[in-house]
């Protein structure tokens, strides 16, 4: 079973990224469940996600509290939050930030975690240019794709496309592919 945890805050859009991570791993034939917890329902509160995915049933329904993954949709909960709390040994974290993860302070985790486990993917600067709001989820979810491979850039898309349509479908793929191709990119510097 993958185990995913999604932090961010209130209105990025952290549990509907949640579902459709759940219905992109659906759609490759998982099992899978999503859920949202919240602390506070009001914008700009932290909020926190979770998803699994699995070949077998999912009979699990608890919070996620050793996580296989952490995305992380606003870099500004590192400071507040612990984001990184029960990761796996060999989990992987991707954060929401033009700026890369030593940049970020991570340099500590970085060694913790595999090469190439821990990298950062600008997905609300995606979402700004191709949708003209700061919605990061497709950016992230692709990015996870990316980073795990665990999971197809087109099903991602197709995700967006079920519970979206017209220009918001089409923006969240443009966002979607080029936060993968970002992720990939990185991946092939950091194993170069």
Do not use: C, W
Not at 4 to 16: A, D, F, P
Not at 86 to 96: A, C, H, K
Not at 169 to 182: C, D, F, G, K, S
């Amino acid at each position: 079973m993958f185990q995913i945890r999604l932090h961010g805050r209130g209105g990025q859009g952290v549990v509907t990224a949640a579902e459709m991570l759940a219905l992109a791993g659906f759609m490759e034939g998982h099992k899978a469940q999503a859920f949202p917890s919240f602390g506070s329902e009001r914008t700009g509160a932290p909020v926190v996600a979770f998803a699994r995915l699995s070949s077998v049933e999912i009979r699990l329904r608890e919070p996620i509290q050793e996580p296989d993954v952490v995305l992380i949709q606003d870099r500004t909960l590192l400071e507040s939050v612990p984001v990184f709390s029960g990761l796996q040994p060999e989990g992987y974290v991707l954060i929401n930030s033009s700026r890369s993860p030593e940049e970020l302070g991570l340099e500590d985790l970085i060694k913790q975690l595999p090469k190439g486990h821990v990298m950062s993917v600008p997905a609300t600067n995606y979402a700004l240019e191709s949708l003209g709001r700061p919605l990061p989820g497709a950016g992230m979810l692709a990015g996870f794709a990316a980073i795990t491979g665990s999971m197809k850039l087109e099903s991602v898309q197709k995700a967006y496309a079920v519970k979206f349509a017209g220009r918001i479908a089409e923006a969240n793929a443009e966002i979607a592919r080029l936060a993968y191709e970002a992720v990939l990119s990185q991946k092939e510097k950091i194993h170069a």
